[in-house]
């Protein structure tokens, strides 16, 4: 089954090892304040496009 047929109707997320996460962001057992303050950051190139047959 190609992976078109599978995700048919559903939102695609594609994940690549050129987008990183560049910091630590360690919210083990952290509040909402503290989750909201210190995010994860990412780098890295993005590509908007089709889904590639």
Same mark, same amino acid.
């Given at each position: 089954?190609?992976?078109?047929?599978?995700?048919?109707?559903?939102? !695609?997320?594609?994940?690549?090892?050129?987008? !990183?996460?560049?910091?630590?962001?360690?919210?083990?057992?952290?509040?909402?304040?503290?989750?909201?303050?210190?995010?994860?950051?990412?780098?890295?190139?993005?590509?908007?496009?089709?889904?590639?047959?």
């Amino acid at each position: 089954m190609k992976i078109r047929e599978r995700v048919s109707g559903r939102q !695609v997320i594609l994940a690549s090892a050129h987008v !990183v996460q560049i910091n630590i962001v360690g919210h083990t057992g952290a509040n909402g304040f503290a989750r909201l303050t210190t995010p994860a950051v990412f780098d890295g190139d993005v590509i908007s496009g089709p889904l590639a047959g």
